[in-house]
């Protein structure tokens, strides 16, 4: 796909550039990559010269701008229908798109208390109530969504969708703060984490030189 650009933050932290990036890797979809690194000086300006929005990630395809997980995810499903990013049942892809879209919405607790780092382990770390809530309705997501559409497969809907992409870093969070779960979830989680794209993402992160301590982007 020529004139394919994704503009990232660090993969350590940057939980929404890890999102679309998914969804390009599983899409089997050839891009540039531009890692702006987050909360350096001039980040900025840098981020700016990419994103309307001023944030990562944004995907650039020749003319056109696309900036926003969800939205950048959408567009990598209409480059390439034959990757099935969407669920071809007409009730599963309801169910996907939900559960996407409370994803990008919503957790605020726990995308504030237990923030994206990959290649951290932290064990233990106490949450609120608040946050607690946010890691029982996942969970339950991933449960009640395995029972009804996962058959075939060890993701939400069998074989990778955007709703994997966006449940993505929250598999990596579970990990990094070895959060319990129930059985089923906990396989979910694993199943991600196992992903190859996964795998090249989070090796990568582990390469990243700069070490923060403070919320994600």
């Known amino acids: 796909m020529p004139d394919l650009t994704l503009v990232i933050g660090n993969r350590n932290y940057s939980s929404w550039s890890l999102r679309p990036w998914l969804a390009l890797a599983e899409a089997g979809i050839a891009f540039a990559e531009i ?8 980040y ?3 981020v700016r010269a990419h994103s309307p929005s001023g ?3 944004v995907l650039r395809h020749g ?6 997980s ?4 959408e567009y990598v499903a209409e480059l390439a229908p034959a990757a099935r990013l969407w669920p071809e049942d007409a009730a599963a892809r309801a169910h996907a798109r939900a559960i996407a879209a409370e994803m990008h919405a919503g957790f605020a607790a726990l995308r504030r208390e237990l923030p994206m780092n990959i290649r951290a382990r932290k ?3 106490p949450v609120s109530p608040e946050a607690a809530a946010d890691i029982a309705r996942i969970a339950a997501i991933w449960s009640a969504t395995r029972a009804r559409f996962g058959a075939g497969g060890a993701l939400l809907f069998g074989r990778f969708t955007i709703a994997d992409a966006m449940y993505a870093p929250v598999a990596a969070r579970f990990a990094t703060y070895d959060v319990a779960l ?3 979830a906990s396989a979910y989680r694993d199943a991600v984490l196992a992903l190859p794209a996964m795998r090249r ?10 070490v923060v301590e403070r919320l994600e982007i």
Do not use: N, S
């Open 35 to 42: 890692m702006v690194a987050l909360w350096e000086p001039g």
């Open 44 to 46: 900025e300006a840098r």
């Open 55 to 57: 944030r990562v990630p």
């Open 63 to 68: 003319a056109v701008t696309v900036w926003e």
């Open 70 to 73: 969800l939205a950048i995810c």
């Open 123 to 125: 064990p233990g770390r």
């Open 182 to 184: 129930p059985p089923e």
């Open 201 to 210: 993402w989070a090796e990568a992160a582990a390469q990243e030189p700069q």
